[in-house]
């Protein structure tokens, strides 16, 4: 499962956190040469072995985090995204930009991010399209072949990636109908520990939208499985075992007092825990919420409720939880006071504190108005090679 890095030299330009230099220096053995750029000066020094590579991306994991925002034009327009890295506690940009020429009527996607790889799915050209799994500190990637490529018609497409716990081995995951009303799904995994996809069919669960939030955990992947008619209210958990292929749905219920009204977003792990992140409104104003998935009881409980002191629309809007920090990105359609001006799109993203309650922007940018943001995703750090 794991893949030698042993004399291959990398160029990590980006800035190494204090604790991973010192603990990169002390440990350092004559196996992997390494350039690091850090605080203004040129360090060459030799990395241990990739098993210390693995070993300290496990014991830092969720230490040193970004925020990777994509904002584009809307999905009809023929233009290329931007992506914007922030470091989610000063806010500070982090010099970022994606590993492949995409021309004006190409497009991409994040599916989702662990052990500071990133895993997309992009198509050059409009056309055909891969999947790239891509690891921003060490620059290095991995290209594979998009499994949705080869059908001509889709529907309830869903896709997920992560690593089995404490591993270097991951997953990315496609399913797939042919249209709405077929009974049966089309089921696509990628193991990195055999290098290839396998394929299957498993009988329908009556799945309609399963959206672009997902997880994998303990070897199985997740997404909220959307009905309605604009596909806005969640109506269960999708469990999928990415060895056996087989499929469940937890049932999310909801609360029949209409004073307090509780909305989901996506669905996450946080302190290793399948979680629903969401928010409830109320006579006292909004709420975060994020409840627990217990997936071996099938329940879901809430467990941290949030309210901030000034109120804010969350809508949309999409929020991560940090430690003690609340992660929050907003986006408003800002007017001009002088008519002659353009409508602009805001930008921002604040940090607050869930004890005391103090609130900071760390970071604000403004865009025309026919852009949008399309993606917010956290991105650790980690030494993991695709």
């Not at 995204?81 to 492949?100: E, F, H, K, R």
Request: charged fraction near 20%.
């Amino acid at each position: 499962m794991g893949q030698s890095a042993t004399s291959a030299e990398m160029n990590l330009e980006q800035v190494f956190p204090d604790d991973i230099l010192l603990e990169i220096f002390r440990r350092s053995e004559p196996k992997t040469a390494v350039r690091c750029r850090a605080l203004g000066k040129v360090w060459n020094e030799i990395l241990s072995e990739y098993s210390f590579m693995k070993e300290n991306t496990f014991a830092t994991k969720g230490k040193h985090l970004n925020l990777l925002l994509q904002v584009g034009l809307a999905a009809w327009v023929y233009s290329p995204d931007n992506i914007s890295m922030i470091d989610c506690v000063n806010g500070a940009v982090i010099p970022c930009q994606l590993p492949i020429e995409i021309d004006q009527s190409g497009w991409w996607s994040v599916i989702g991010s662990e052990n500071g790889m990133l895993c997309l799915r992009y198509s050059i050209n409009g056309f055909n399209s891969e999947v790239l799994v891509w690891n921003p500190l060490l620059k290095s990637l991995r290209c594979l072949e998009d499994p949705a490529d080869k059908l001509l018609r889709q529907a309830v497409i869903g896709y997920a990636f992560g690593f089995t716990p404490r591993t270097d081995q991951y997953f990315i995951v496609h399913v797939s109908k042919r249209h709405i009303r077929d009974r049966f799904l089309h089921c696509n995994v990628y193991d990195s520990a055999y290098g290839e996809w396998r394929h299957g069919y498993i009988k329908d669960q009556r799945l309609k939208n399963l959206g672009d939030s997902s997880a994998v955990y303990r070897g199985k992947a997740f997404w909220i499985n959307w009905v309605g008619r604009q596909s806005n209210i969640a109506s269960d958990i999708v469990i999928f075992d990415v060895v056996t292929f087989e499929i469940q749905k937890i049932k999310i219920s909801h609360s029949p007092n209409q004073d307090r009204k509780l909305y989901f977003q996506s669905i996450t792990v946080f302190q290793d825990n399948l979680c629903l992140m969401g928010y409830e409104i109320s006579s006292m104003g909004w709420h975060t919420i994020l409840s627990k998935v217990d997936i071996e009881t099938f329940n879901i409980v809430p467990w941290i409720n949030f309210m901030e002191n000034r109120q804010r629309k969350i809508h949309c809007n999409p929020s991560f939880i940090i430690g003690e920090d609340l992660i929050r990105v907003h986006e408003r359609i800002k007017s001009s006071k002088r008519t002659n001006l353009p409508l602009s799109v805001e930008v921002s993203v604040s940090k607050v504190n869930m004890i005391t309650h103090k609130r900071n922007t760390i970071y604000y940018s403004s865009w025309p108005y026919e852009m949008c943001l399309k993606s917010a995703t956290i991105v650790s750090q980690g030494l993991l090679i695709p």
